[in-house]
């Protein structure tokens, strides 16, 4: 498994700023197929079929006689056995884009159609120890998807829709094991709570190129309802050559799911739009944000949070500020800034794990080193610590100013969204 260097050019579609603006504030969940998971050098980009192919490389090269006599059945318990014991999910395999993608930390749930861990690996990389992993053939994890509202207790989680092939469990590989996940989707084993969450959601798969019949059915096992099949999409249809992807373009047309195009050229320029906030999401914020409520301090790497913490507080009345000094070319805002702390009734100091490194590493940042020392001149304004993954107020009080530790903080992963309004409620009455 070699090496291989993929240089992208910058591109940008404003097309892309209202899926971005519902992306970041946390209306979307992510679904990505096996085609967009590698770059294109490998197999076309598609994990799977590069698995596979290695596969049958290897077992030709050896000279197997008993390759051909196996069933589909052995060939499964070789594959999982080799993704188990002997595959290096490489890094640099992956599709820059989609590290990209994901790295914006703007999906919390991410559903995945490909039985190898790849994405796994990657989001390990950017979530840690907090990754929830869940597999549709593991019966423990089709009762344990549970929610009581928006983002209440709900870690950042990838599915696998169709199995996990290392996992021990049974995973999807010929189109007979589609029909049994898909009856497992629709029978008795549904992820009844996975869906019931899907359906107050909107869907963008990327990268799901099945043959019509399949993909239709995978449609609607993530809806369950024809009154809400409507979403995007990217799968790379051929219409022009395959008359089974005209037909399913025509259906996506039918039930309102928009058609993105090719899946990769889809994901490079939504990646470039999303890691480019200031020009999309913030640009719409901007005349919506008020003084006099809640203001909230955050670095910049934590944007996509802060998104879906305004959409919380802005859809149940709550007057919200927060400032993009960080995501325009480094611009001071310090008179503005301070007016809006000094008039606010809630300051919200949101504490990461970018939060620790850059005050162990005495970093100069905005947040911190502007409106952390504004704040101590409000003096009626209340504090309300919001601890994000990675940070523990409990043990990394070194890192934060006394006046932070004086107050009841809140875990954006165990308390969420509701978490957060009662605890803004509880001061507002307070004051």
Sequence with gaps: MGRIA????????LALTDLCCDIYQGDYVLVIGGDVILKPEYAGGNSQNYIIQDYINNECLNSNRKYLERSSQEHKIRIRDILRNEWRYDREEL????????????FRIVITTAFDGYLETLMRSIYGDSLRVMNIYDTKDIKSFCHTSEYNAIPPTLYYAFGKADSGYDYVLSENDAIK???????????????????????????????DWYFRFFWYCLRQDFEHLSGDVAISLQTDKSESDRHLAEYLAKINVGDKGNSQRFIHELSLQLHDPENNVYSKYRNRLMTGGVFISYASEDFPIVCQIYSILNRSGIRVWFDDKELNGGDRYDIRISNAISECRIFIPVLSAQTKYDIDNKRQRYYKDVEWKAIEDNKTCAILPLTLSGFDIRYDRDFVPEIFLEETSVNWTKDGGEGILNAINRL???S
Aim: charged share 30%; glycine share 6%; aromatic share 8%.
């Design 95 to 106: 599709s820059e884009d989609l590290i990209s993608l994901l790295s914006t930390k703007c």
């Design 181 to 211: 996940a898909i009856s497992r989707w629709l029978g008795n084993y549904a992820p009844t709570d996975m869906i019931d969450y899907l359906k107050g959601k909107k869907i963008l798969a990327i990268g799901c190129k099945f043959d």
């Design 428 to 430: 507002m009455r307070q």
């Design 6 to 13: 993929n240089n992208h050019q910058d591109t940008r579609d």
